[in-house]
Nanobody
Framework: QLVESGGGSVQAGQTLSLSCTSS????????VAWFRQVSGREREGVAA???????TYADSVKGLFTISRDDTKNILTLQMTSLKPEDSGMYYC???????????????WGQGTQVTVS
């Protein structure tokens, strides 16, 4: 129900923007977030944004990544700047209900988009 796009291979220091959209969910009605996962490691929350536009970030990406929504297009975006090799991984878009942070019980997940930083 969620579809991510925008992943790719970039060099360290570059910027990349990911997008997530849904044909079934109205993103602005949910707590929506980005998670990432490296093979063999647990999935970690990166950034979340609630229906009022309040956002929260993992300490590792504060000041570097920006989460935003375009409600007119039903798109969630993650802009990632100054990318590092440790930012590599599969990035997932997710949506859920309730208090919005990176510990929210997210019910809907996309298939992911791969980001590789070298």
């Amino acid at each position: 129900q969620l579809v991510e796009s925008g992943g790719g291979s970039v060099q360290a220091g570059q910027t990349l923007s990911l997008s997530c959209t849904s044909s079934m969910l109205t993103i602005s009605r949910y707590c929506v977030a980005w998670f990432r996962q490296v093979s063999g490691r647990e999935r970690e929350g990166v950034a979340a944004i609630d229906g009022d536009g309040r956002s929260t970030y993992a300490d590792s990406v504060k000041g570097l990544f920006t989460i935003s929504r375009d409600d007119t297009k039903n798109i969630l975006t993650l802009q990632m700047t100054s990318l590092k090799p440790e930012d590599s991984g599969m990035y997932y878009c997710t949506a859920g209900w309730g208090y919005c942070d990176l510990q929210t019980d997210f019910q809907y997940w996309g298939q992911g988009t791969q980001v590789t930083v070298s």
